[in-house]
């Protein structure tokens, strides 16, 4: 049997996965691998996506530079989703986020009187409309 049929793909063929920084623990971002991306990603040890809007392979890094070299690919207990352990690479090393800060996750629910709201509470390391072309 192909490992590949042990992971639990949704209807779409899909499972999510999660890029953690080896080095650091912090939990970088969120995207989905179709089996084909999965596959790419373990044969080149770097980090392959199925991008949902584009209906693609997105190899991280194709346009913006910033490469997640992998280091381990995991799979949790329920087999549905992939835990990829990186190294973030590129031109600004450290860049995850299309906004062009470190984690996707820079937004922290902060509480206002008796609601919420979310805050920013991450820097932007480096201008997005200067990565994307």
């Not at 990186?86 to 937004?107: D, K, N, W, Y």
């Amino acid at each position: 049997m192909d490992w590949l049929d042990d992971v639990k793909w949704d209807a779409q063929g899909l499972v999510p996965a999660i890029a953690q920084e080896a080095a650091s623990g912090d939990v970088l971002m969120f995207a989905w691998m179709n089996r084909e991306a999965l596959q790419k990603t373990f044969e080149l040890q770097r980090a392959v996506y199925f991008s949902r809007s584009r209906g693609k392979l997105w190899f991280k890094g194709e346009e913006s530079g910033h490469v997640q070299t992998v280091h381990e690919i995991r799979l949790d207990c329920d087999a549905d989703v992939v835990l990829l352990k990186v190294t973030q690479l590129g031109h600004e090393p450290g860049i995850a986020c299309h906004t062009g800060r470190h984690s996707c996750f820079f937004s922290k629910l902060e509480a206002a009187g008796a609601g919420a709201h979310w805050q920013a509470v991450d820097p932007v390391l480096k201008d997005p409309e200067s990565i994307y072309k």
